[in-house]
């Protein structure tokens, strides 16, 4: 004889299951990956383009001259950070990219006064773009990181979530500094 109300418990227990192995995952996965080494590993299961599709292409209101703050995105090239305003006065954009595994960058559109540099271990990019309302930026990739930390200021103050625009739709993060974590 079945028994309707053990069998909606069971399922109710697996599905509550599930969705609580998909939130200790991440945490898992996070301490896990550190690597204890200089050495960058791929592992056979590594997919750049693996991160959230709500970060993938460039957002659509960026150019030259829009809004002032941080754009961010994947694309099958790696990451993103662009940063621009409105008008030609002078405005320091700073932040931080910290990564799980080290972290390979190059400057795009860099000026005089323009500067990056990466933590000994590679983990920690930090930089200063003094933007005159054009654009300046950075690539960067990842040796299969399974979380970006991102961090933006402007002018010296931390940038507001409505100034810090993430993939082709330019979703705000809930917090500066946000966390984007890879797909498992």
Known sequence: MRHPGRQLAFSLVLGLGSIAAAIVAPTAT?????????TITTAATCDEGRWPISAQGQPLGFHAGARAG??????SAGWHVRVTHAG?????????????TPLTVSGYKLEPGDTFSLSADKLTLTYHL???GFIDGLDFRTACATHLKFK????GVKLP???LWI??????????????????
């Open 152 to 155: 933006g200021s402007m002018a």
């Open 30 to 38: 996070l301490a896990a990956s550190t690597p204890s080494t200089g």
């Open 167 to 184: 993939g082709r739709a330019g979703h705000h993060p809930l917090q500066n500094p946000f966390v984007i974590l890879r797909n498992r």
């Open 88 to 100: 030609s006065a002078r405005v320091v954009f700073t932040g931080t990219v910290v990564s799980n």
């Open 161 to 163: 979530i409505g100034r």
């Open 130 to 132: 003094v933007n005159h």
């Open 70 to 75: 941080d754009y961010i995105w994947h694309s």
